[in-house]
């Protein structure tokens, strides 16, 4: 089986990116991206390390993270079952990236960073519920927020009966909002539909 070893060869498979998937990439929380965010109550975080790699979802019943400022997110390491393998990576390795998702909205918000973890006494009881704090807080420091493309979640059907989506910004607002209007806006989300039909698959 022939092995792909060369970025060109890659990308001569594929073509360029399109202009709106670079275009819509911001190095912070925007407004719109702040809505979007603390609309989710999961996401999945992955890290590298030594060991490899590792994907792990994170839930709570209110918005996963919480903004320590708009470059900066911080989210509770709830009790799970002690591997840890997560928060091993981010002592010896510190990339991560993090998939947010609402029920409903087939778009996933992307964050890329670096993390650290702490357990500082003051940030740890921020996050206290029911006389319960988390052992450890993951510190992420943002490099890249940005829209991940919808179809694979259109394709498997994801939301089918289950909507908590309304009120969420659109691709179209975001990539209005990181273009100053020069993209995107409501005819962007008007034509998408149409545009992930014909190159679903």
Do not use: H
């Amino acid at each position: 089986m022939y092995k792909i070893t060369d970025i060109a060869a890659l990308e001569a498979l594929y073509g360029q990116a399109g202009a709106p998937s670079l275009r819509k990439v911001a190095d912070r929380l925007t407004p719109l991206y702040r809505k979007w965010i603390m609309a989710s109550k999961l996401c999945v975080l992955s890290t590298v390390g030594a060991e490899g790699t590792d994907a792990s979802p994170r839930g709570d019943d209110g918005p996963v993270v919480t903004e320590l400022d708009e470059f900066t997110l911080a989210m509770p390491d709830w009790r799970g079952n002690n591997r840890l393998d997560s928060l091993r990576n981010i002592v010896t390795d510190g990339r991560v990236s993090l998939m947010f998702v609402v029920p409903g909205s087939n778009n996933v918000v992307r964050v890329n960073g670096t993390a650290f973890l702490t357990d500082d006494a003051d940030l740890r009881a921020r996050f206290e519920k029911k006389g319960r704090q988390p052992a450890t807080v993951i510190v992420i420091q943002i490099a890249e927020v940005y829209t991940q493309c919808a179809r694979a979640l259109m394709r498997a059907g994801t939301w089918a009966g289950v909507d908590e989506s309304t009120g969420l910004p659109t691709v179209g607002e975001i990539l209005a909002e990181m273009t100053s209007g020069e993209e995107g806006g409501a005819p962007y989300d008007a034509a998408w539909g149409a545009r992930a039909k014909d190159t679903m698959w």
